[in-house]
T-cell receptor, first 112, second 115 residues
């Protein structure tokens, strides 16, 4: 049984470029969460979806960040334009209703 | 609003010694409680959870935690640690239905097991 799948695993880009992170949740799960982890700020919830609908995006740092979930098996987190301070590990997690969240392996983003 | 406080940012311990990682939470409603572990360069993995029932919860890798409602605590324990337990540990709380499964995480505790 495949867990949460994230791609790419590593991304190196230059400031000003558009970055798209992808996530495939566990089949049958109906909630999806995007997190960012840095040494300075720890683990931050950016946005989460229930049944493909965004519920709370109060953690999205700026308008440069956007997230979509066009169907139950796919979500994207986009940063446009990217900045060096966006460098972090981005995690996607999914859950079934209000049970525990299952995390993906993360995408390590480096913005030069 | 809910919050989680992990009282120790770093816990060094020798191999085969017991360990306790402390977690306190604040919430005005019934809560679900979780402990996650993160090994270097990996995602978070569930260690154990408390949803209801027995206040002593057993998880993977020999860890256990006790829910104490009066002290609003959910401390994680292991009687004898191994080098392989070296990792970062996160406590998290959710009120389930009202937040649609949203978790509030603590800042993490770095467990370092020395030989």
């Amino acid at each position: 049984d495949a867990g949460v799948i994230q791609s790419p695993r590593h991304e190196v880009t230059e400031m000003g470029q558009e970055v798209t992170l992808r996530c495939k949740p566990i089949s049958g799960h109906n909630s999806l969460f995007w997190y960012r982890q840095t040494m300075m700020r720890g683990l931050e919830l950016l946005i989460y979806f229930n049944n493909n609908v965004p519920i709370d995006d109060s953690g999205m740092p700026e308008d440069r960040f956007s997230a979509k979930m066009p169907n139950a098996s796919f979500s994207t987190l986009k940063i446009q334009p990217s900045e060096p301070r966006d460098s972090a590990v981005y995690f996607c997690a999914s859950s079934f209703f209000y049970n525990e969240q299952f995390f993906g392996p993360g995408t390590r983003l480096t913005v030069l | 609003a809910q919050s989680v406080t992990q009282l120790d940012s770093q816990v060094p311990v020798f191999e085969e010694a017991p360990v306790e990682l402390r977690c306190n939470y604040s919430s005005s409603v019934s809560v679900y409680l979780f402990w996650y572990v993160q090994y270097p360069n990996q995602g978070l993995q569930l260690l154990l959870k408390y949803l209801s029932g027995s206040t002593l919860v057993k998880g993977i890798n020999g860890f256990e935690a006790e829910f104490n409602k009066s002290q609003t605590s959910f401390h994680l324990r292991k009687p004898s640690v191994h080098i392989s337990d070296t990792a970062e540990y996160f406590c998290a709380v959710s009120d389930g239905y009202n937040q649609g499964g949203k978790l509030i995480f603590g800042q993490g505790t770095e467990l370092s097991v020395k030989p």
